[in-house]
């Protein structure tokens, strides 16, 4: 835990992204950002024991209850990151556009810190196009560097929601050769 990863993968003088933040003082928040990396991905974040836990779900959250969607466990983000959008500059650590899809606030389980630990998080979303209950479930043990985790739709009294989200996801792959034009090795998911 703690910010030493991340800050260690980047270079503040040439990365736009931020070094801080602070807790927010109200309910704890979400965000997910679509990435425009390498690889188009979608960056799930929560915060929690002051910090945004992270990871990368390279096909996004679904909306389809028992869904599961692979969701690789990267380093803690500060706080400010949930407001970052822009461009990581070429050669960077992430290189590529960050933009914000969603954000809102989230209940965590009773027990947050057990729930990690056991590597079994329920919690529930209310942003504007994730509104419900998930469950980020790991899948092999804690010691791996990167855990391989299952973010999952679970049954909840929310109304489906209107985003049509393979649509966006298709509309996203061809942007995202625009958006990477200029950027090697990029590689479609
Ligand atoms: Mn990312």
Redesign the pocket.
């Known amino acids: 835990m703690g910010l030493q990863e991340y800050r260690k993968k980047r270079n503040f003088k040439k990365t736009p992204e931020p070094l801080t933040g602070r807790s927010s003082k109200k309910a704890p928040i979400f965000v997910v950002?679509e990435?425009w990396?390498s690889h188009h991905?979608f960056?799930f974040r929560l915060e929690a024991f002051g910090t945004l836990k992270s990871w990368?779900v390279p096909k996004g959250p679904s909306t389809e209850v028992g869904d599961k969607r692979l969701a690789v466990e990267v380093e803690d983000h500060p706080i400010d990151y949930a407001k970052f959008k822009g461009k990581i500059p070429e050669g960077e650590y992430?290189a590529g556009t960050v933009e914000i899809w969603d954000k809102g606030v989230w209940t965590p389980p009773a027990k947050m810190r057990d729930a990690f630990e056991n590597g079994h998080l329920e919690f529930e979303l209310k942003g504007k196009k994730l509104k419900g209950k998930w469950l980020l479930q790991r899948t092999g043990s804690a010691n791996g560097k990167k855990s391989n985790w299952l973010l999952i739709k679970r049954h909840d009294r929310e109304k489906k929601s209107k985003v049509d989200l393979i649509f966006h996801h298709t509309k996203s792959k061809k942007k995202a050769r625009k958006k990477t034009l200029g950027l090697k090795n990029y590689r479609r998911n």
């Open positions: 950002q990435h990396a991905h960056d990368a992430g």
